[in-house]
Antibody
Framework: QVHLVQSGAEVKKPGASVKVSCKTS????????IHWVRQAPGQGLEWMGW????????NYAQKFQGRVTMTRDTSISTAYMELRSLKCDDTALYYC???????????WGQGTLVTVSS | QSALTQPASVSASPGQSITISCTGT?????????VSWYQQHPGKAPKVMIY???HRPSGVSNRFSGSKSGNTASLTISGLQAEDEADYYC????????????FGGGTKLTVL
């Protein structure tokens, strides 16, 4: 069974950066895309982008281009999402999810709460 | 990127059926048969309930079904049960070249 385990909660000040990790187990890391989705408190799901762990190719939602970088380390089956120039409204639960080519999001990580506050 | 349009809330009594709509455009919902639906209980990660418009993953109750007509996809839950009370989100691919994804704004289902 595939599991995605994310890093722990973070508290950051405005203008700082955060890097969230997503470690996969139970299946081939390079066989699926890893997507990142965030959810602000009381709000809906917002797609941020994906990384192809096999090639390292990325695609970011227009809203986050220039501010987000997704990377991976295949030796430890871990994907990363770094968000820079944090603002208070970046406070959200950040999820990673495994996705086949043009397929559905399954499974999801447990989520990482990022709080941005001065 | 505009989100797909879902009703903010729906409610019904146990045993009844409900349908949640998800309206997009010919560039997303109408253009691909890759609509999926997710259930999210408070404090939990989303769980896929329907994929590729109308397919159910193993383990998902057959009370859940999906369909699509034009630019609108729908999720139907029949024989409502208390545990169905949750938030529901649709999603679709928006571009086959860059694999952009878009989510709906979410629908809160209340089982009365």
């Amino acid at each position: 069974q595939v599991h995605l385990v994310q890093s722990g909660a973070e508290v950051k000040k405005p203008g700082a950066s955060v890097k969230v990790s997503c470690k996969t187990s139970g299946d081939t890391f390079t066989g699926y895309y890893i997507h990142w989705v965030r959810q602000a408190p009381g709000q809906g799901l917002e797609w941020m982008g994906w990384i192809n762990p096999d090639s390292g190719t990325t695609n970011y939602a227009q809203k986050f281009q220039g501010r987000v970088t997704m990377t991976r380390d295949t030796s430890i089956s871990t994907a990363y999402m770094e968000l820079r120039s944090l603002k208070c409204d970046d406070t959200a639960l950040y999820y990673c999810a495994r996705v086949g080519y043009m397929e559905w999001f399954d499974p999801w990580g447990q989520g990482t709460l990022v709080t941005v506050s001065s | 990127q505009s989100a797909l349009t879902q009703p903010a809330s729906v409610s019904a009594s146990p045993g009844q059926s409900i349908t949640i709509s998800c309206t997009g455009t010919s560039s997303d919902v109408g253009g691909y048969n890759y609509v999926s639906w997710y259930q999210q209980h408070p404090g939990k990660a989303p769980k896929v309930m329907i994929y590729d418009v109308s397919h159910r993953p193993s383990g998902v109750s057959n009370r859940f079904s999906g369909s699509k007509s034009g630019n609108t996809a729908s999720l139907t839950i029949s024989g409502l049960q208390a545990e169905d009370e949750a938030d529901y989100y649709c999603s679709s691919y928006r571009s086959s070249s860059t694999l952009d994804v878009v989510f709906g704004g979410g629908t809160k289902l209340t089982v009365l």
